[in-house]
């Protein structure tokens, strides 16, 4: 007879939370993303997508368009802002200065790894997104895998960087090849090999595996085989869109826009980019160079400028950045994330 009952009312449940979306009208959201198909974040947002519409009972759906059908991957918070897009993978770092607090994320030997790590920056960020990215619905935030620099000159000390052109990953990498005497050329990611193979750039800052996927591996042959700096990303809603859905549609994009799913995202693109490190070492004419402890020592102390430089920027835009950067450490620390 318990088990009766307990069927029963699991049936009841079942036709309560369908009929929750039963009166909404169906909506379709347009979703886009700059990286390739074939990357491992297009598997995750059709996952993401998939379980949103199953829980919303079919009401919600979601179309993903990636690889910048839609726009420019430096366009794409403004896509979202707009309506261009109701949903958009963004790197802010390709705009500098336009979120200084997210910036921390960019400061090199902070973050060890992109699973614990993305889901303390998601926890983080979120008590500064409706501050600093109030004109769009923040989602989530997530990390790559720790990147380094890829070459054609080698790259060894920080004093190697003088006189080269480099590729770099955001606004606060920028400010370190400046800082050591290097010229940035800004590309994104699906641009970047070119601006290498014809020249443009002597080098990228880049996580592992995407060097192969975007075929940056066959234009550069040094590589400094150092945990150097991660690369923060938001997902990010259009604002109008988002208030335009029911209770019910907005709870489910709400238990899909947090810290779980952060993570969850991040996962299989940080186990993808850690496989890419030992398959360049298998390719010919690859080089790996290996930094002693001095040498790693000489890296740290030269990115020191980059968090007075970060705090400079957040106190001018009002922020208190000790206790902020004191809450990013205890959400690293917490996630296990922590370099």
């Known amino acids: ?73 430096f366009d794409h918070y403004d896509m979202a802002r707009d309506g261009i897009a109701d949903i958009t993978y963004v790197s802010p770092g390709y705009q500098p200065g336009r979120f200084p607090i997210f910036a921390l994320g960019s400061v090199p030997f902070l973050v060890a790894n992109a699973k614990g790590g993305s889901a303390a920056l998601d926890e983080w960020y979120r008590a500064y997104a409706g501050t600093e990215m109030k004109d769009v619905h923040f ?57 290498i193979a014809r020249g443009v750039a002597d080098g990228i800052t880049f996580p592992w595996r995407s060097l192969v996927l975007f075929g940056i591996d066959k234009v550069v042959k040094y590589h400094l085989d150092m945990p150097f700096y991660v690369t923060p990303f938001v997902q990010v809603m259009n604002k109008a869109k988002y208030e335009s859905l029911s209770a019910a549609q907005k709870k489910v994009i709400d238990d899909h826009c947090n810290t779980a799913w952060a993570e969850k995202i991040a996962s299989p693109w940080a186990d993808f980019e850690a496989s890419g490190r030992d398959m360049i070492r298998k390719e010919p004419g690859h080089e790996f160079i290996e930094p002693t402890p001095a040498q790693i020592a000489e890296w740290r102390k030269a990115a020191v400028p980059l968090k007075a430089d970060w705090a400079r920027d957040v ?19 917490k996630y296990g994330a922590a370099y």
């Open 315 to 333: 106190k001018k835009a009002g922020g208190d950045p000790d206790k902020i950067f004191a809450a990013f450490e205890a959400s690293m620390k």
């Open 139 to 195: 989602c989530l935030a997530h990390f790559h895998d720790p990147g380094t620099f890829h070459s054609n000159k080698k790259i060894v000390v920080p004093a190697d960087i003088r006189g080269l052109k480099i590729r770099p990953a955001t606004g606060t990498i920028a400010s370190f090849i400046t800082l050591l005497g290097g010229t940035n050329v800004q590309a994104s990611a699906p641009e970047a090999r070119d601006v």
């Open 1 to 73: 007879m318990k088990k009766l009952f307990a069927a029963a009312g699991a049936l009841a449940m079942a036709l309560m939370s369908g009929g929750a979306f039963a009166a909404d009208a169906p909506v379709n959201l347009k979703f886009s993303h700059w990286v390739p198909p074939s990357h491992p974040l297009q598997a995750a947002y059709e996952g993401w997508a998939k379980s949103i519409k199953e829980e919303s009972g079919g009401s919600l759906t979601i179309t993903i368009y990636p690889a910048q059908q839609l726009g420019k991957a």
